[in-house]
Every structure is written in structure tokens, then in C-alpha cells.
Nanobody, 120 residues
Framework: QVQLVESGGGSVQAGGSLRLSCAAS????????MSWYRQAPGKEREFVSG???????RYADSVKGRFTISQDNAKSTVYLQMNSLKPEDMAMYYC??????????????WGQGTQVTVSS
């Protein structure tokens, strides 16, 4: 059973930093794309950043230059370093994994989310 557990959320003032972690388990020998999404109250869930199985990274324009995604394959963990946080970054942050490859590697899975609060 694939599980994703996020941690690292919290409350910071504008300009501060947080590092989110997402520990994945329940699969082996899969191609894994990991990504972060966020959802603010009353808004749709939006893509923040992603890292593919080949290590290539992607960022939403709103976070480029401020957020950095990385992964530790040995620990099956992906990180999101968030610097220069703004009040508009405040949201629930979700980790997502997309599995591909030989059976049973398929499907996408979500974590339970971790709250990020940014005060001005």
C-alpha cells in the first residue's frame, strides 16, 4: 500500500523559510515522479513543483527562484525548501506521487497535507 507522509509545515512571518518533507513507502522498483501541490481556502488545488524520476525539476511561475525541490532516493523522500515566503503562499501543501513501470507500478497517490501559514 503506497503511503505518503508530509511534515515540516508551520507558521512563519513573511520573508521566512520552511522545508517540507514527504516520505514515501509501499512500492519498489517503480519509476517515480514526485510533486507538491497546494490549496488555499476557497481556491482550487494548484501545482507548485515537481521532480521526475530522471531528476528534472519543474516549478510554478509563482514560486520560481524561491522554492527548491529535491529528493533523497535512498530515503524515498522529497523535500520542498521554501524561502522568501509570502502571505499568498499560505495554503495546505500536498505531496503527490505518480508511479509507472512494470506492474504493479501505476497510479497516483496523495498525502494528507501539511499546513503552511505565512503572516504579514
Amino acid at each position: 500500500q503506497v503511503q505518503l507522509v508530509e511534515s515540516g509545515g508551520g507558521s512563519v512571518q513573511a520573508g521566512g523559510s520552511l522545508r517540507l518533507s514527504c516520505a514515501a513507502s509501499g512500492y519498489t522498483y517503480c519509476n517515480v515522479d514526485m510533486s507538491w501541490y497546494r490549496q488555499a481556502p476557497g481556491k482550487e488545488r494548484e501545482f507548485v513543483s515537481g521532480i521526475d524520476s530522471d531528476g528534472s525539476t519543474r516549478y510554478a511561475d509563482s514560486v520560481k527562484g524561491r522554492f527548491t525541490i529535491s529528493q533523497d532516493n535512498a530515503k524515498s523522500t522529497v523535500y520542498l525548501q521554501m524561502n522568501s515566503l509570502k502571505p499568498e503562499d499560505m495554503a495546505m501543501y500536498y505531496c503527490k506521487t505518480d508511479l509507472s513501470g512494470s506492474w504493479p507500478c501505476s497510479g497516483d497517490y496523495w498525502g494528507q497535507g501539511t499546513q503552511v501559514t505565512v503572516s504579514s
